[in-house]
C-alpha cells in the first residue's frame, strides 16, 4: 500500500495527519520549519486518546507516519498529496512546482487553501487537470466537511477521485460547482467574522458577547441545521414563503454592513424550492419535532463539559 | 402570584408561553386571530412532551395558561408583558398603545422585535422607561439566549429586572449595550443570510449545499464555541494574533460581498485581548482539547437522531 504526502504540517496539516492515521492511511510528512518532526510526533501523541475517543481503524498505528528531510522524499510513491501550507499564493505557487517536479503526472494534487481560485494555484503545472482544492475546517481529525472546489484545468476524474477518497475517511465532501473566492463555507463564515469586526470597530459590542450571541442561540441549531433549513421552520406551517414575505422587507433595513440582492420573484422561488426539496417529505411540524429533540440532546452534550448552553440551569 | 401577558401567539409567542409554563409560570395571552386559543392550546400539549424531555419545574401545569378574548384582559394585573405581534414598526406601535393603555404605569413591558430599534417603538409610551426589547431565539421553549435592548428612555431598573425575570425561567440574557439595528445576533446570522441570497442568486450554490457547507463544518463548533473563540484556537500556540497575521489580508479579498473594515493596531487590540479574556486560564492547547472532546459529544448526539454530522460513519 503506497501513501499520502502531507506537505506543510501547521494546524491543518497535523490534523490531516491526525485524521489519516486514525483511518489507518500510511503518511509522509514534511515541513520547512526546523525540527518539524519532533513538534508533530509530539502533537500527534497528544492527539491519541481524542482519535481513540472518536474511533479509529483496526490497523490505525503511530507508526504509519514517516517525516522526511525533503519535500520530494515525502511526495516519492504517494497517489495523493494533500498540500497544507500558509495562505499565500505565491507561497503555494512555489511548493505546487515543488511538487510537481517530485510526483509523476497521475498523482492527485490537492490544496487546503481555504479561499485562493484552483485555477491561479494550478496554472503552474504541466498536468494542471489532476489538481483541485480539497478545504477541510479545524480540527481536520473531527469535523467531517471538506469542500472540493475544481480549477478550470481540473479534470472531472480528479474530483470524482477526491470524493471518493475523503469519503473513505468518513469525510463529508461538498463538491462547489463554481470556482469562486472563499468557496461556500468560507463566504458564509467570513460575512459573519466581517459583521463581527465592524461592531467590534464600532464599539458596538466586544468579542465574548459575540461569541455569547451565537453559542447560546442560532449556534446550536447550527450544529444540525443550516440557515435555510432553518429559516424554513421560522415561516411557521406555510414554511420559507411565508418567511421570505414577513422578513422580506427586512432586507432593505440596516440589519447587518451587507447589502442583499434584490428579492426577485426568481431569486424567492430558488429558495423556497430549495427548502421544500431539502425538508422532503416531512412536514414543517416533523422537522420542529426533530430539530427540538436534537437541541435537547446537544445541550445535553454540552452539560458534560459544562460549556455554553450547558452551564445554564 | 400575577401572571406574565402574551400578546401575539405566532411561533414565538407561543414559544414563549410553552417556556414559561414549563418554568411554572401563569400567562394570559391574546392574539387578533379568530380562535387563536384553540390553535395555540393544540400547540402547547402537542410541545408538553418535548417540554417534559427538557425538564419541567414542579408546578408546572398547562392550566396556567389562559387565553383572553381582548388585549385589555389579557394585560390586567400582569406585572410583565411579552408582545410578539409580526415584525413591523407601525403594527407593533399600535399594539403598544393599547398595551399602554391597558396597564399601570410600574408594568414592565418587553417587545419580541428581532431588529428595530426600541427608541422607535418606546416613543408612543408616557412612561416608556419600563420599556425594553427581550428578543429570544426560535424554539424559544429550548434555546437559551435572549437579547435585551434598551431605548434611549429605558430605565436601568427595568433592564435590571428583565435580566433577572429571562433568567429566572432559565434563559441566557445577553443586555445589548448599543442600541442598533437587528442587534447582535441577527446581525450575525442575516450577514450569512444576506450572503446565502447573494451565492443562490448568482447560482453559485443551492440552499442545501450551503446548509451542508454549515452543519457538517463551522455549525459544530458553533454549538459551543463562537466565532472569536474558534479562530483563536485556528491560531496554533500564539492564537488570534497569529491567526490576524496570517488570515489579515484575507479580509481586502472578495470571499464575501461584505467589504471588512480596515484591520488597524486599534481593532487587532480589541480582538486579541478579547479573546484572550475569554480564553482566560486556558492555554490554546487546553481549549483545543475542551472542543475536541465537545465536538465528539455533539456528533454522538446528532447520531442518535441520524442527523447532519450523525448521519456519517
Known sequence: MSHIAIIGTGVIGTGWIARLLAHGKKVKAWDPAKDFDVRLRSDIERLWPTLEKSGLANKATMSNLLTTPTLMEACEGAYLVQESVPENLQIKQAVHQDIGNAVTEEVIIASSSSGLLPTEIQSIYLNPERFAIGHPFNPVYILPLVEIVGGEETSVSTIEFLKEFYASISMYPLVVRKEIEGYLSDRLQEAQWREILHLVNDDVANTQEL????????????????????????????????????????????WTKLKAPELTEDLIEKIVSGTSKQAGEKSVKELEKLRDNCLIEIIRALKKYQIGAGKLR
Open 211 to 254: 461569541d455569547d450571541a451565537i453559542i447560546y442561540g442560532p449556534g446550536l441549531r447550527w450544529a444540525m441545521m443550516g440557515t435555510c433549513l432553518t429559516f424554513h421552520l421560522a415561516g411557521g406551517k406555510s414554511g420559507m414563503r411565508h418567511m421570505l414575505e414577513q422578513f422580506g422587507p427586512a432586507l432593505k433595513l440596516p
